[in-house]
Nanobody
Framework: QVQLVESGGGLVQTGGSLRLSCAASGSIFSIRFMGWYRQAPGKQRELVAGITDGGRTNYADSAKGRFTISRDNAKNTVYLQMNSLKPEDTAVYYC????????????????WGQGTQVTVSS
């Protein structure tokens, strides 16, 4: 019984910034990984940035130097600060998390948020 809810998407001009948030709720024991994926029309969903419970991060090459992922463990929330946005960043951004629930200790499952639209105009 886990839900991920994203927020913070919207329409910005090239060079602008957005901050995405994803809050996980439910019977959570631990969140081992949280990340942001994006999917543009007609394209495969791709990892943009991810962060482990140990604080290790990974970024897509296109995001390096512009995006920063962080998490607030107390709030079960992950953030994606996106700066210097480009039109090619336009996509639906999805939050994903690998979570061990209190009902299934020792077993990890993946969960997806509903997605939030990010549109960058020139």
């Amino acid at each position: 019984q886990v839900q991920l809810v994203e927020s913070g998407g919207g329409l910005v001009q090239t060079g602008g910034s957005l901050r995405l948030s994803c809050a996980a709720s439910g019977s959570i024991f631990s969140i081992r990984f949280m990340g942001w994926y994006r999917q543009a029309p007609g394209k495969q969903r791709e990892l943009v940035a991810g962060i482990t419970d140990g604080g290790r991060t990974n970024y897509a090459d296109s995001a390096k130097g512009r995006f920063t992922i962080s998490r607030d463990n107390a709030k079960n929330t992950v953030y994606l600060q996106m700066n210097s946005l480009k039109p090619e960043d336009t996509a639906v951004y999805y939050c994903y998390a690998n979570i061990i629930t209190t009902q299934t200790l020792g077993a990890m499952s993946g969960y997806w948020g509903q997605g939030t639209q990010v549109t960058v105009s020139s």
